[in-house]
């Protein structure tokens, strides 16, 4: 099992940019798909991204297709999300989580279900 750490969270204008990172311990982070979640105030936690444990193959959430992008380095055992042209709506606590499935189910699995989940930075996006 892995345990993750978030960092890079933080208050910024709409149209910004916030770089994510997630930092995970265990030898065996290379196995693990990786994903990013987030959750609102009052709303369930949705899926973001997701990558292989390759890095060859990403997934997006529709609402953040084209202005983020999931990246992945195994030497470093880092996750990153680079997030761009943030929105008000993207205001919310944001998950990383790692799971030894395939990344492309990770937005299907129930949360309870995903293997691992870092303890959440949180991402405010106003004027």
């Known amino acids: 099992q892995v345990q993750l750490v978030e960092s890079g969270g933080g208050l910024v204008q709409p149209g910004g940019s916030l770089r994510l990172y997630c930092s995970a311990s265990?030898?065996?982070?290379?196995?693990?798909?990786m994903g990013w979640f987030r959750q609102a105030p009052g709303k369930e936690r949705e899926f973001v991204a997701a990558?292989?444990?390759?890095?060859?193959?990403?997934y997006y959430a529709d609402s953040v297709k084209g202005r983020f992008t999931i990246s992945r380095d195994n030497a470093k055992n880092t996750v990153y999300l680079q997030m761009n042209s943030l929105k008000p709506e993207d205001t919310a606590v944001y998950y990383c989580?790692?799971?030894?499935?395939?990344?492309?189910?990770?937005?299907?699995?129930?949360?309870?279900?995903?293997?691992?989940w870092g303890q959440g930075t949180r991402v405010t996006v106003s004027s």
């Open positions: 265990g030898r065996t982070f290379s196995s693990y798909a």
């Open positions: 990558v292989t444990w390759s890095g060859d193959r990403t």
């Open positions: 989580a790692a799971d030894p499935r395939p990344a492309g189910v990770i937005a299907r699995l129930p949360r309870s279900e995903i293997r691992s």
